[in-house]
């Protein structure tokens, strides 16, 4: 249990990290409009790197996807300050070392954000898939290229294209509160997953019950899951509702039809639907084989990005 804790100690961290730099670098942007640009443009710099990053890495989603909107628009309003703003001539220079600790700084938060997009794994073998929701907006709670974006799963055997899966409510976010110790009050709990594509399935059972957030005791070997075939790839679903899978054993699935729903067994720390595709190659498990990036319905989507069901 404490270990549960400190994951949820963590997201209230990376929240709360989020929003403080973020309104730093909002200061960064305005405070580089009270001199010329000669003199600040390392705080210009720094500041528009930073806001950069954190659109595109924050932790917007414990609070209302909006939030990061407003974010956004209110770095617009301090560039524009920054150009209607008059500038300071008399003002003292920056130090030189300053300038220095505000380009290094900048260039990490510029690397960080091109790797948002490319990855550290270079080009991917793609599978093409058909969202397993039918209705409402979901959200990218963990996934990417790699690193960095893709941590956690990152550090599993083979899981580097592996995706989080969470559902919106309508305000933005994807719970009622921050973290909630109910089940019910996550959006995507009980939510149907239906079959990706047509296969066959290989593994399915809902016999484990659903964790209380933010508990992982019952680890990553108790979770509920599907796991279908198909000629060319594997897709594992994991993390589903007790009692809820309604498909057996070698049953042939096609695209469409119902699996089970979301749930929140196993290592999780509150409902999700966790999937990962590999390659089906010959003698090797599942796991162990070429995992594949996925695109749903032809695009492919990073941390922090919404999907929305057709």
């Keep these: 249990m404490c270990e549960s804790w400190q994951a949820i100690m963590i997201i209230y961290c990376l929240l709360g ?25 390392t705080y210009l710099l720094l500041g528009l790197s930073m806001a950069v990053f954190l659109y595109l890495y924050g932790t917007w989603v414990y609070l209302s996807i909006y939030s990061g909107y407003i974010f956004g628009g209110l770095l617009l309003g301090c560039c524009a300050g920054y150009v209607l703003r008059k500038h300071d001539h008399a003002a003292k220079p920056t130090p030189r070392w300053k300038k220095r600790s505000n380009v290094i700084l900048s260039a990490v938060f510029i690397l960080l954000s091109i790797l948002y997009f490319t990855g550290t794994t270079g080009k991917p073998d793609t599978v093409q898939l058909s969202l397993p929701f039918k209705t409402g907006k979901y959200y990218v709670l963990q996934g990417g ?6 941590v956690f799963h990152f550090s599993l055997r083979g899981a580097v294209y592996a995706m989080d899966i969470v559902k919106l409510n309508s305000t933005g976010g994807r719970a009622n509160k921050i973290f909630s110790r109910r089940l019910e009050d996550y959006t995507i709990f009980g939510d149907t997953v239906y079959a990706p594509c047509d296969g066959l ?86 796991y162990e084989a070429k995992p594949l990036y996925i695109l749903f319905n032809g695009k492919g989507y990073l941390l922090d990005e919404v999907i929305r069901a057709k």
């Design 17 to 41: 990290v989020t929003l403080a730099l973020a309104l730093y670098s909002l200061y960064l942007v305005w405070k580089a409009g009270s001199r010329p640009l000669t003199a600040t443009y």
């Design 145 to 150: 290229k790699g690193l960095p974006t893709n």
């Design 201 to 286: 399935v290989v593994r399915a059972y809902s016999n484990n019950p659903d964790n209380i957030p933010p508990s992982m005791n019952r680890g990553p070997k108790n979770t509920n899951q599907v796991l279908l075939e198909t000629p060319g790839y594997y897709v594992f679903m994991g993390h589903l509702k007790m009692g809820s899978v309604v498909v057996k054993e070698g049953q042939y699935v096609k695209q469409g039809d119902p699996l089970g729903c979301v749930g929140n067994s196993g290592f999780s720390t509150e409902p999700h639907l966790h999937i990962q595709v590999h390659a089906n190659t010959a003698g090797v498990p599942w």
